[in-house]
């Protein structure tokens, strides 16, 4: 079993969208958590960490469920601009990440 | 802003020639990491640096060899390539070990 595990999709939705993707993780120690964000053939950005209590960012909405290992990101009015893959990391010593989830939004 | 600056950007290897991927971040960062990028399998961490002065290996090591050679820079070289060693190589740095990555922009090798 991979230590983190993602939908490779593709998702593809019309703009406007709400769009969510999760992500599960097998480390139970793990301590933080977070979504990065990769365009084609570009380098990973972090789009936000992932709090215990549910964070969000504008449009954005990231959730963890330590219960059961899990991490969740919620896209809301998607935009033609967040076509991208999305990786999710958990981070122990060192950061681990999914195999990402493609995202296509479409006018 | 340069943050974390990887050279070169393309390669083209020969097997059997060595080569060696340079990093330097000018952030002040601890910590710094070596992943490569293969497609479907997402990035997988060959060598990392939790300080200045200390290596260890990730899950990947196989074929590679890093030096920190100071708190800035952080080399990854491949001593006898081979084709399986084509892909996407990225360095990474960070504050500690609560922190993101940022990210440099990447190597694209390929090994014929």
């Known amino acids: 079993r991979k230590e983190v595990e993602q939908d490779p999709g593709p998702f593809n939705v019309p703009e406007g969208a709400t769009v969510a993707f999760n992500c599960t993780y097998s480390n139970s120690a793990s301590q933080s958590f977070f979504w990065y964000r990769q365009d084609c053939r570009k380098e990973p950005k972090l789009l936000m960490s992932v709090y215990s209590s549910g964070n969000e960012d504008g449009r954005f909405t990231a959730q963890l469920n330590r219960a059961s290992q899990y991490i969740s990101l919620l896209i809301r009015d998607s935009k033609l601009s967040d076509s991208a893959t999305y990786l999710c990391?958990?981070?122990?010593?060192?950061?681990?990440f999914g195999a990402g989830t493609r995202l296509t939004v479409k006018p | 802003n340069a943050g974390v600056t990887q050279t070169p950007k393309f390669q083209v290897l020969k097997t059997g020639q060595s080569m060696t991927l340079q990093c330097a971040q000018d952030m002040n960062h601890n910590s710094m990491y070596w992943y490569r990028q293969d497609p479907g399998m997402g990035l997988r961490l060959i060598y990392y640096s939790a300080s200045e002065g200390t290596t260890d290996k990730g899950e990947v090591p196989n074929g590679y060899n890093v030096s920190r050679l100071n708190k800035r820079e952080f080399s990854l070289r491949l001593e006898s390539a081979a084709p399986s060693q084509t892909s996407v190589y990225f360095c990474?740095?960070?504050?500690?070990?609560?922190?993101?990555?940022?990210f440099g922009s990447g190597t694209r090798l390929t090994v014929v």
């Open positions: 990474a740095s960070r504050q500690g070990l609560n922190y993101g990555y940022t």
């Open positions: 990391v958990v981070n122990n010593n060192d950061m681990r």
